[in-house]
């Protein structure tokens, strides 16, 4: 007797006869043709899609590095030489701010893997494999989130002065995981009794297998929401821990120690130490969060058998 494995079109073995690979692009586009809907979503994508370019290429616009001071210009406005003008240091704020946003957007998608990979992995876990599994893993959760995240990062950055910046990534992450794996586990329990996952066990498929072919692939529209959720999420942490002076530290900078500094000129006539970084910090949480919602509605799967013209 041959079993099929069919877990409802989202991926495995065959369909028909036929590749899944044609399953899978024709959910893709499908996905596609409905994000493409939400113009507040391609706006978000276009904008994010920008201001990676600048935060990557916008170095390449002036001849100014960000710990470079030019003292016979100090405290000058936006001109020519200094797009955004200087501080009174004589630091360029063009630089300053495309370095600042370089750093951040790199931790918050750094951050975003970590979070929503441990969320996915130890949320299906507990709810696949049951038991003193679960527990532990149901134990955890409860436990982190009865911890006030933003409390225990403050008191921990001090023990890591002066260590780089990569150990804020882990940091971070280690407080946001908590909420999307009880997601994880409760959708887990429900894809593990469906009938593909049943035949892949009586197959004797391992069961770590069976996580990554069919239970993952099924759960997905979670974990792509949550993921550009928490890029926006760990990229306003790592800002307000900056601010408050627990993140980035000298010589290293990020939008939150750009706008840590200019924060005491915003409403003078230096406006522009506080007003280029604190916009560029909304437009990113703007478009993270547009695409976000974008996502979430294109893979409703309540809505996966509408066909999009």
Not at 159 to 174: D, E, K, R, S
Request: charged letters at 15%.
């Amino acid at each position: 007797m041959t079993i099929q494995l069919i877990d409802d079109g989202h991926t495995p073995e065959t369909v028909g006869g036929g590749p899944v690979a044609s399953t899978a692009a024709g959910r893709a586009r499908l996905v596609w043709r409905r994000f493409r809907r939400n113009k507040l979503a391609v706006a978000g994508l276009a904008g994010l899609v920008l201001l990676f370019l600048f935060a990557f290429f916008g170095p390449s616009l002036t001849h100014w590095k960000a710990g470079d001071n030019d003292f016979l210009n100090t405290q000058t406005g936006p001109g020519s030489d200094h797009f955004f003008g200087t501080d009174d240091a004589g630091h360029d704020m063009f630089a300053q701010t495309v370095s600042g946003m370089r750093k951040s957007l790199n931790i918050g998608l750094l951050v975003a893997a970590l979070s929503t990979g441990a969320a996915g992995i130890l949320g299906t876990a507990a709810a696949y494999f049951g038991g003193w599994w679960d527990k532990v893993i149901v134990w955890l959760t409860d436990l982190f989130l009865v911890v006030p995240s933003l409390l225990m990062l403050i008191i921990l950055s001090p023990y890591f002065q002066g260590a780089n910046w990569i150990v804020l990534i882990p940091m971070i992450a280690l407080f946001n995981w908590m909420i999307t794996s009880r997601v994880v586990r409760g959708m887990t329990l429900t894809v593990r009794e469906r009938e593909f996952v049943r035949a892949a066990r009586y197959m004797g498929v391992p069961a770590w297998t069976i996580i990554r072919r069919h239970i993952l692939p099924n759960i997905s529209s979670i974990l792509i929401v949550d993921y550009t959720l928490n890029v926006g999420a760990a990229i306003v942490t790592e800002s307000f821990l900056s601010f408050l002076g627990f993140g980035i530290r000298t010589p290293d900078v990020s939008l939150g120690t750009v706008i840590n500094d200019g924060s005491t000129f915003a409403g003078t006539d230096q406006w522009y130490l506080f007003a280029f970084p604190a916009s560029f910090l909304v437009l990113i949480i703007l478009c993270v969060n547009f695409i976000g919602d974008g996502l979430r509605d294109a893979l409703d799967p309540n809505s996966t058998g509408v066909s999009a013209r």
